[in-house]
């Protein structure tokens, strides 16, 4: 499998329940992203990676919890949620931060109830 | 910090017309720049790039992007447009410094018309 994949593409859940979002890409890269895209509104970057350690954290809810255990590997627990928290949750690689082309995911799609 | 704006939300064509679409963008030095495609529910794909060298840029799918430093642009062509190119496009900026994210543009939706 190439490219970088994401699980599940497609997650229904109710605000008291959790759940993780699972990335992994298959480039050899060292740092992974989580953006997070709603309707009508830019990209928003949530967490950087870097040869597994968080570099970034854009005041994203401690309702999201990132989780990178190696390189190829990036999770994101969901947990107590809101409506508003619905969006398409992309993931995303590169071969390092420093400006260099970043390689997505085909994203899943969540809905909170 | 750099910024990146895509002044057109929606752009409507006719299918076999010309399309260019707009991004300029706010940085002190030359940046590297990119454009992304969205097809709806699905992830970004990369375009194409620009690091240095020729400025104008040839990618995929038939795509062009001309780098014009005098007026902080990088606008994307393509010299005849399919109905499959129906989707959401995005430019992206980077600097070379570590630790330092791409910045993306709000996006701009491209219809095409039969």
């Known amino acids: ?85 619905s969006a398409l949750y992309l993931c995303a690689s590169s071969q390092d931060t420093g400006g260099y082309e970043q390689y997505f995911g085909p994203g899943t799609r969540l809905t909170v109830t | 910090a750099q910024s990146v704006t895509q002044p057109d939300i929606h752009i409507t064509v006719s299918e076999g017309a010309s399309l260019e679409l707009r991004c300029n963008y706010s940085y002190g030095a030359t940046p590297y720049l990119f454009w992304y ?37 990088f606008n994307l062509r393509k010299p005849s447009v399919h109905w499959s190119d129906a989707a959401e496009y995005f430019c992206a900026v980077g600097v070379s410094t570590a630790g330092n994210m791409l910045t993306f543009g709000g996006g701009t939706r491209l219809m095409v018309k039969p």
């Open chain 2, 37 to 73: 495609v969205q097809s709806p529910g699905q992830g970004l794909q990369l375009l194409l790039k620009y690091f240095s060298g020729d400025t104008l840029v040839q990618g995929i799918k038939g795509f062009e992007a001309e780098f014009k430093r005098s007026q902080s642009s």
């Open chain 1, 1 to 85: 499998e190439t490219g970088v994949t994401q699980t599940p593409r497609h997650l229904v859940m109710g605000m008291t329940n959790k759940k993780s979002l699972k990335c992994e890409q298959h480039l050899g890269h060292n740092a992974m992203y989580w953006y997070k895209q709603s309707a009508k509104k830019p990209l928003e970057l949530m967490f950087v990676y870097s040869l597994e350690e968080r570099v970034e954290n854009n005041s994203v809810p401690s309702r999201f919890s990132p989780e990178c255990p190696n390189s190829s590997h990036l999770f994101l627990h969901l947990h107590t949620l809101q409506p508003e928290d």
